[in-house]
Nanobody, 118 residues
Framework: QVQLVESGGGLVQAGGSLTLSCVVS????????MGWFRQVPGKERELVAT???????NYDDSVKGRFTISRDNAKDTVYLQMNSLKSEDTGVYFC????????????WGQGTQVTVSS
């Protein structure tokens, strides 16, 4: 059974940094695309960043230059380094595994809350 466990969220002041981690079990992520999604109340989850099996990355325009996605296949873990945080980055962050950025598996973790105070 595929499980995703996110961690690393918290309360931080605007301009600060956080690093999120997502440990995946039940599947070898080596050939998978990994992604981080963000959800705020009243809105759908939005894709923030992806990294494919060739370590190619893509970012939503709202986080380009501030967030960095990375992966450690040996640890079945994907990271999201978040710098220069803004209040609009507040939300629950989820990671996801897929065949590509258009073909995600159905599994979600519990998410990790990020709150940026202005």
């Amino acid at each position: 059974q595929v499980q995703l466990v996110e961690s690393g969220g918290g309360l931080v002041q605007a301009g600060g940094s956080l690093t999120l981690s997502c440990v995946v079990s039940g599947i070898d992520i080596g050939d998978a695309t990994m992604g981080w999604f963000r959800q705020v109340p009243g809105k759908e989850r939005e894709l923030v960043a992806t990294i494919n099996n060739r370590f190619s990355t893509n970012y939503d325009d709202s986080v380009k230059g501030r967030f960095t996605i990375s992966r450690d296949n040996a640890k079945d873990t994907v990271y999201l380094q978040m710098n220069s945080l803004k209040s609009e980055d507040t939300g629950v962050y989820f990671c996801r595994v897929g065949l590509s950025s258009q073909r995600w598996y159905a599994h979600w973790g519990q998410g990790t809350q990020v709150t940026v105070s202005s």
